[in-house]
């Protein structure tokens, strides 16, 4: 059965698009059938993986308007062994849009669940935003992964986002839960970053992953080629710390499997 994760929170720049892609590609390089879906306007993810978001002739939109079958929108990235829907400015006009459609929180994850059984793992990348498209992310995935930047504000905003999970966990997507929270851009040096380490254990304790991405000028370079680090520079410490955590994703997700099991079997 195949897992939906989505990446979210909704501070721009804390890594949510290059843990989406490095994420993506290294659950690819690990075996795994991937599939990234690119649910942010800016097609920050769609540009990061080579393909140019200016002339797509089907994105991520046209399959939540109900216009094009994900099937057909859905492309691979062949320098990586993924696939991705993707996404440009178009999707900006969902958010008014989708507003008088009907179903208008589970427009994705009818879409994903057409082509779910063809994915290992499908990671969602969320715009900035607690909006329509970051719900629609939130209701169609089993699990978040919240990115964060251990700095003074880091922690500011989180208890909105925790919020907005329980909320829709309530409502919509009752087995929604946090998957995991991933320290990114990552300075042991900083005693800054040793207070935020405590708090965050202590708030989400195991939930945090054991992998720190570290700050890698690799990781910022990559997407002006259009590649994952593992492509651009696979000796990089971003693309060995983006390794290590498609490990502990794909062992957590064993276990869940493992609990789920359990669970029915009782
Ligand atoms: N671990 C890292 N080391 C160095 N630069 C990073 C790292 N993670 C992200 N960046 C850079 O920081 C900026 C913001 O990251 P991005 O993934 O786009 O954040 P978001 O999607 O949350 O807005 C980008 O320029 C990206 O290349
Ligand atoms: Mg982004």
Redesign the pocket.
């Given at each position: 059965m195949s897992q939906i994760f989505t990446i979210a929170?909704q501070k721009?720049?804390?890594?949510?698009?290059?843990?989406s892609v490095n994420l993506a590609a290294s659950l690819a390089h690990s075996g795994k059938r991937v599939l990234l879906v690119d649910m942010d306007p800016q097609g920050?993810a769609t540009m990061g993986v080579g393909v140019e978001k200016n002339s797509l002739e089907h994105s991520v939109y046209e399959v939540i308007m109900g216009e094009t079958p994900v099937e057909e929108a859905v492309r691979p990235v062949e320098s990586s062994g993924f696939d991705i829907l993707p996404a440009n400015r178009n999707l900006t006009a969902a958010e008014v849009e989708l507003i008088n459609l009907p179903g208008k929180e589970t427009r994705l994850r009818h879409a994903l669940l057409r082509v779910a059984s063809r994915y290992d793992f499908i990671i969602i990348d969320c715009p900035?935003s607690l909006s329509m498209l970051t719900v629609n992310s939130l209701v169609a995935c089993h699990g978040v992964i919240i990115?964060m930047q251990c700095e003074y504000y880091a922690l500011e905003g989180l208890s909105d986002l925790v919020a907005t999970i329980q909320r829709i966990g309530k409502l919509l997507n009752p087995s929604l839960r946090i998957e995991g929270i991933l320290r990114?851009?990552y300075d042991p040096r900083s005693s800054l970053t040793n207070e935020v380490n405590a708090q965050l254990h202590k708030y989400f304790g195991n939930k945090v992953y054991r992998i720190a991405?570290?700050?890698?000028?690799r990781?910022?370079e990559a997407?002006s080629y259009g590649q994952p680090v593992l492509v651009y520079d696979r000796q990089s410490k971003?693309a060995i710390a983006y390794l290590g955590l498609a490990g502990e994703v794909i062992r957590r997700s064993k276990e869940h499997q493992v609990a789920e099991l359990q669970g029915t079997g009782n």
């Open positions: 929170n721009g720049g804390v890594g949510k698009t290059t843990t920050n900035p990115p990114t851009m991405i570290p700050r890698n000028i990781l910022a997407p971003g």
